[in-house]
Nanobody, 118 residues
Framework: QVQLVESGGGLVQAGGSLRLSCAASGRTFSTYNVGWFRQAPGKEREFVECISWSEDTLNTGRFAISRDNAKNTVYLQMNGLKPEDTAVYYC????????????????WGQGTQVTVSS
């Protein structure tokens, strides 16, 4: 069983940065793939990026994911934020694979709100 708790969301101006954290309980977290998703008001939850259990960092344009298995934490560094990045951000964990589909993931956090003002 893995429990996930996101933090680090907030209000930021366009062009700013935020770092979200996904803290996990469970001794085997280092073997889990962790994905980040987001859901804007009135829209479906969408995939942001995923880091596999064997990766330390992953850069994808404006966003970068990293993990610190010693702290049981995965981070989402978001730079150059835009108003369209406004959403609730969720982390999710799966022991089998990194995937874009929500149904793949076994465990979810409660989400953290990110609001980007123009």
């Amino acid at each position: 069983q893995v429990q996930l708790v996101e933090s680090g969301g907030g209000l930021v101006q366009a062009g700013g940065s935020l770092r979200l954290s996904c803290a996990a309980s469970g001794r085997t977290f280092s073997t889990y793939n962790v994905g980040w998703f987001r859901q804007a008001p009135g829209k479906e939850r969408e995939f942001v990026e995923c880091i596999s259990w064997s990766e330390d960092t992953l850069n994808t344009g404006r966003f970068a994911i990293s993990r610190d298995n010693a702290k049981n934490t995965v981070y989402l560094q978001m730079n150059g934020l835009k108003p369209e990045d406004t959403a609730v951000y969720y982390c999710a964990a799966d022991s089998k694979t990194c995937a874009r589909t929500l149904e793949t993931y076994d465990y979810w956090g409660q989400g953290t709100q990110v609001t980007v003002s123009s």
